[in-house]
């Protein structure tokens, strides 16, 4: 047996060995250097015998089923086939190629840590401690000191305190970090009043417009200013004592001590005074991704977290040497499942997708294999979707496991009168049925509202699909 293939099977079963689904993802900031070994042997211990640990070992054994069916197609593949599939790849490159746009110059800008950082912020006795905020069914984020054991987002919090005892878990608190997103939105439409938001925490901008009107402006209206008074913008960025902010993080360079700072014109300058903008106004710091597309700036924003941006400039080739060791475990929209598969082929870096770019053709959807290839050639979209009728709202909490049914259609009820709640506020019309679609997994609830009838609020709730709840 190839060594791929046995890779695949000892993912894990029930007789005690590590599910790989479980296993530490420390593809985030602050965890690396861990000793993955340790913290795995703790995982596994702390979550057998759970429900959340019986889910999981069911996702193992249906993508290790998928694996296999995927391996044994691999030996029935002919080295024509391979050929005719290689003429595929090579066709595609070239279109690819013709495509490719150099002249946007998009950014990703995330905060960090965001939810624990907001509470840290509010509660300084917590800055020096490990935290996460959520609950003890599932943890939304955690901060730096909390991933130096391995706690992370997306992790029960039961099992994030075997791996740190001391780990203070904090509860939700939506309304606050409602607020200080809007704060930081109002910053970022200075510079693309068109962004994209993709959660309360991250957004993409395309800067290329300002960048072309910033040439012209006087140093004046590249100036920011720390001032004594409290915390304001008008023209001017204000710190309420004069010194730096919070420091939430160990690696978080001080700001410069003088009252005026003056940012260039360059796109880095425009990121760095985008980003000393916020954390003057909120005393929070934000991460920033630079490159000719979303999907580059996307990567990028991870590149120096925690307070710290990445650039990569309008050029093929330096395009093409970022790319080419990039792990594929990095790339936005390659989770678990594929990266997976992809590591039973042998395949862990971009430059290995294009290698294999004819197996792939053979083995992959159409969709899938073309996505492969534009991901290894460091393509994405430069066109940032704005502007359109909005399809659908939601709403969402984490929550403690209910069993009751009753309690269950009382939770919707209260997410459904959140939900209309915010339709008023955006002053949307709902287009939907009265039936509130839930979907509930791992202790997240989503309601989205649709059809063709108007409703008026308040929301009712004549029926309630729940989804996942035994």
Same mark, same amino acid.
């Given at each position: 047996?190839?060594?791929?293939?046995?890779?695949?099977?000892?993912?894990?079963?029930?007789?005690?060995?590590?599910?790989?689904?479980?296993?530490?993802?420390?593809?985030?900031?602050?965890?690396?250097?861990? #000793?993955?070994?340790?913290?795995?042997?703790?995982?596994?211990?702390?979550?057998?015998?759970?429900?959340?640990?019986?889910?999981?070992?069911?996702? %193992?054994? =249906?993508?290790?089923?998928?694996?296999?069916?995927?391996? =044994? =197609?691999?030996?029935?593949?002919?080295?024509? =086939?391979?050929?005719?599939?290689?003429?595929?790849?090579?066709? @595609?490159?070239?279109?690819?190629?013709?495509?490719?746009?150099?002249?946007?110059?998009?950014?990703?800008?995330?905060?960090?840590?965001?939810?624990?950082?907001?509470?840290?912020?509010?509660?300084?006795?917590?800055?020096?401690?490990?935290?996460?905020?959520?609950?003890?069914?599932?943890?939304?984020?955690?901060?730096?000191?909390?991933?130096?054991?391995?706690?992370?987002?997306?992790?029960?919090?039961?099992?994030?305190?075997?791996?740190?005892?001391?780990?203070?878990?904090?509860?939700?608190?939506? #309304?606050?970090?409602?607020? &200080?997103?809007?704060?930081?939105?109002?910053?970022?439409?200075?510079?693309?009043?068109?962004?994209?938001?993709?959660?309360?925490? %991250?957004?993409?901008?395309?800067?290329?417009?300002?960048?072309?009107?910033?040439?012209?402006?006087?140093?004046?209206?590249?100036?920011?200013?720390?001032?004594? #008074?409290?915390?304001?913008?008008?023209?001017?960025?204000?710190?309420?004592?004069?010194?730096?902010?919070?420091?939430?993080?160990?690696?978080?360079?001080?700001?410069?001590?003088?009252?005026? &700072?003056?940012?260039?014109?360059?796109?880095?300058?425009v990121v760095k005074e985008m980003r000393f903008r916020i954390e003057q106004r909120t005393t929070l710091t934000a991460s920033a991704g630079i490159a000719p597309n979303m999907m580059l700036a996307k990567v990028c924003s991870d590149m120096n977290k925690p307070n710290g941006q990445y650039m990569i400039p309008p050029d093929r080739q330096a395009v093409m040497?970022?790319?080419?060791?990039?792990?594929?475990?990095?790339?936005?929209?390659?989770?678990? &499942?594929?990266?997976?598969?992809?590591?039973?082929?042998?395949?862990?870096?971009?430059? %290995? @997708?294009?290698?294999?770019?004819?197996?792939?053709?053979?083995?992959?959807?159409?969709?899938?294999?073309?996505?492969?290839?534009?991901?290894?050639?460091?393509?994405?979209?430069?066109?940032?979707?704005? #502007?359109?009728?909005?399809?659908?709202?939601?709403?969402?909490?984490?929550?403690?496991?209910?069993?009751?049914?009753?309690?269950?259609?009382?939770?919707?009820?209260?997410?459904?009168?959140?939900?209309?709640?915010?339709?008023?506020?955006?002053?949307?019309?709902?287009?939907?049925?009265?039936?509130?679609?839930?979907?509930?997994?791992?202790?997240?609830?989503?309601?989205?509202?649709?059809?063709?009838?108007?409703?008026?609020?308040?929301?009712?709730?004549?029926?309630?699909?729940?989804?996942?709840?035994?």
């Amino acid at each position: 047996m190839d060594d791929t293939k046995q890779s695949a099977g000892r993912a894990t079963s029930s007789d005690g060995r590590f599910l790989s689904r479980m296993a530490l993802n420390d593809n985030k900031a602050g965890m690396e250097g861990l #000793d993955k070994e340790k913290i795995n042997k703790i995982i596994l211990e702390a979550s057998k015998g759970s429900r959340f640990y019986e889910n999981e070992l069911k996702k %193992e054994q =249906q993508v290790n089923q998928r694996i296999e069916k995927m391996l =044994q =197609q691999k030996e029935q593949i002919t080295e024509q =086939q391979l050929s005719k599939a290689q003429s595929q790849v090579e066709k @595609l490159a070239v279109e690819l190629e013709r495509g490719r746009e150099l002249g946007y110059t998009i950014v990703h800008v995330d905060m960090d840590a965001f939810y624990a950082a907001v509470e840290m912020r509010d509660r300084p006795e917590l800055r020096d401690k490990p935290m996460a905020v959520g609950s003890m069914s599932m943890l939304s984020t955690s901060n730096y000191h909390a991933r130096k054991f391995g706690v992370r987002a997306a992790m029960p919090g039961f099992i994030a305190k075997k791996l740190c005892p001391s780990l203070i878990i904090v509860q939700l608190h939506f #309304d606050k970090y409602k607020a &200080v997103s809007t704060e930081v939105r109002e910053i970022f439409a200075d510079y693309d009043p068109n962004f994209l938001p993709m959660s309360l925490d %991250e957004a993409y901008l395309d800067i290329t417009e300002h960048l072309e009107q910033r040439r012209c402006w006087p140093e004046s209206r590249r100036t920011c200013y720390i001032s004594t #008074d409290s915390p304001s913008e008008g023209g001017s960025v204000n710190e309420g004592d004069g010194n730096t902010s919070p420091v939430l993080f160990e690696d978080s360079p001080p700001l410069p001590p003088q009252k005026a &700072v003056v940012f260039g014109i360059s796109a880095e300058e425009v990121v760095k005074e985008m980003r000393f903008r916020i954390e003057q106004r909120t005393t929070l710091t934000a991460s920033a991704g630079i490159a000719p597309n979303m999907m580059l700036a996307k990567v990028c924003s991870d590149m120096n977290k925690p307070n710290g941006q990445y650039m990569i400039p309008p050029d093929r080739q330096a395009v093409m040497d970022f790319i080419q060791g990039l792990p594929i475990r990095k790339v936005p929209g390659i989770g678990k &499942v594929t990266e997976k598969m992809l590591r039973a082929l042998g395949i862990t870096t971009c430059a %290995e @997708l294009y290698q294999q770019g004819a197996l792939l053709t053979l083995l992959f959807s159409e969709t899938s294999w073309h996505h492969f290839m534009e991901i290894s050639l460091g393509l994405g979209s430069t066109h940032i979707e704005r #502007d359109g009728e909005r399809k659908s709202m939601s709403t969402e909490r984490t929550f403690s496991e209910l069993s009751n049914a009753e309690d269950q259609y009382s939770f919707c009820r209260e997410l459904c009168h959140d939900l209309a709640q915010d339709l008023l506020k955006e002053e949307l019309k709902v287009q939907g049925s009265t039936r509130a679609h839930t979907a509930i997994s791992q202790g997240t609830a989503s309601y989205i509202c649709h059809n063709n009838k108007q409703i008026s609020y308040p929301l009712t709730v004549a029926e309630t699909q729940l989804l996942g709840v035994k």
